[in-house]
């Protein structure tokens, strides 16, 4: 009976202790790889640095895809017998969101050239089909999203749409944090989140151009001239994107002057351009005794000065995104 007892509390001491040593090991790992994401900022960030020492001593100072950021970085052997890995990709590169919330610049045109652009983005995505009509309204929707205003657009969406819905919730109202946000809104189905994730950003909060030098295809074949909501065909992106590949664009205004663009109706697009990037998205992931932890950072470069503006431990598009304000 004695040697029962005591076989019965030995076989739970092992456990207890089994059990203690996995979540100390576990806490060990998390701590340690924690220091190695944080190491990887540090990487992103001299890589940056470097690159803006090198376009101070360019005569053509901007942000391309051969730069040192852009290149895939060799995984990264660690002591423990581990592996660091990350990259660096242009946010600027996407459209950015955030810049459907402003209204055209005068009431004589029904869109400004960011919410055309971003309809003929719509357009032009690979994985999904999109009619001009669905593209209009996904655009109002996200406008009306974003504005401060509950006044919705002629196809768009505020209050008293989402407030019907079930559960019911209102619009944001303000600058969208996260992609995410994007299956709160009226109109936008999950396969259209998912085609647009790769090629758009909320970084900045605000406005921002998109650099040519680095934004993929269906963000070229979304920049056509103002006034046209249709973008260019398939063949006038592969087109552009070769262009990039076997030269690159001299500057913005010699891709203007493309055939694609001409005539005075350019100069619409012409305010969304730029050359240079300042918002960069840092993909790190840390694998230590069969342990992965992965770690997103959002870096805003001004100068020779990295901020982190954003750490998400999850994917920046693949977190939850609850609404913005229950209703009442």
């Not at 895939?72 to 946010?91: C, I, V």
Request: charged share 20%; with cysteine.
């Amino acid at each position: 009976m004695v040697f029962a007892i005591c076989a019965a509390v030995l076989v739970a001491l092992q456990r207890d202790f089994d059990l203690s040593y996995r979540r100390a090991l576990n806490s060990f790992v998390s701590e340690q790889s924690w220091a190695y994401l944080r190491g990887a900022e540090d990487l992103a960030s001299l890589a940056l640095k470097l690159d803006y020492d090198a376009d101070l001593a360019s005569e053509t100072a901007r942000d391309d895809l051969n730069e040192i950021w852009a290149q895939q970085a060799t995984p990264y052997a660690l002591d423990e017998g581990g592996w660091m890995f990350g990259s660096l990709t242009d946010l600027q590169g996407r459209f950015n969101l955030n810049s459907l919330g402003d209204p055209p610049a005068t009431t004589t045109v029904t869109y400004s050239p960011a919410q055309e652009t971003f309809i003929r983005l719509l357009q032009a995505l690979d994985a999904v089909e999109i009619d001009q009509f669905t593209a209009i309204a996904i655009t109002e929707a996200v406008a009306d999203w974003i504005d401060a205003d509950d006044e919705p657009r002629l196809n768009g969406a505020e209050s008293a749409y989402y407030v019907s819905r079930q559960p019911s919730y209102r619009p944001a109202n303000r600058p969208m944090m996260s992609v995410s946000e994007l299956l709160a809104v009226a109109a936008v189905t999950p396969d259209i989140y998912q085609a647009l994730r790769p090629v758009v950003t909320v970084w900045p909060q605000q406005p921002a151009a998109i650099n040519i030098h680095t934004a993929p295809r269906p963000v070229l074949r979304a920049l056509n001239v103002y006034g046209n909501l249709q973008p260019l065909s398939p063949g006038e992106g592969d087109s552009l994107v070769q262009l990039r590949q076997d030269g690159g664009f001299a500057s913005l205004e010699e891709f203007l002057q493309l055939p694609i663009f001409s005539g005075d109706s350019s100069a619409g697009i012409a305010t969304l351009l730029t050359e240079s990037s300042s918002y960069f998205l840092l993909a790190s992931r840390v694998e230590i005794a069969d342990r992965e932890q992965r770690l997103y950072s959002v870096l805003r470069r001004q100068a020779r000065d990295i901020d982190v503006l954003q750490r998400i431990n999850a994917s920046l598009y693949d977190m939850p995104s609850p609404p913005a304000k229950s209703s009442p």
